[in-house]
């Protein structure tokens, strides 16, 4: 059994280029198929949480460091940190 983990983040301020990215942002997570995964926007859209199970914090990483909008630099800063479910 994985670890959990949570990535947060919060987006630039550039809608059309996030608007064209969502899709694939959306797509990636759930081709994932990741174990306790759940996430979503804020509702003022200034950016999201994504919770999910990974082996390490190395692991986590990565995978949100694929995430498209990561890959096209549309996030102003992100956090990805272990989370003890209690």
Do not use: C
Not at 17 to 40: F, T
């Amino acid at each position: 059994m994985g670890k959990q983990f949570v990535f947060f983040y919060f987006m630039k301020r550039e809608p059309e280029k996030i608007k064209a990215a969502v899709p694939l942002h959306i797509e990636y997570w759930h081709n994932l198929k990741l174990n306790k995964y759940l996430g979503g926007p804020f509702a003022d859209g200034s950016g999201g949480i994504i919770t999910f199970e990974a082996e390490s914090i190395e692991e986590a990483t990565r995978i949100a460091n694929n995430d498209p909008f990561v890959a096209q630099n549309l996030l102003e800063s992100k956090w990805i940190k272990e989370w003890i479910v209690e």
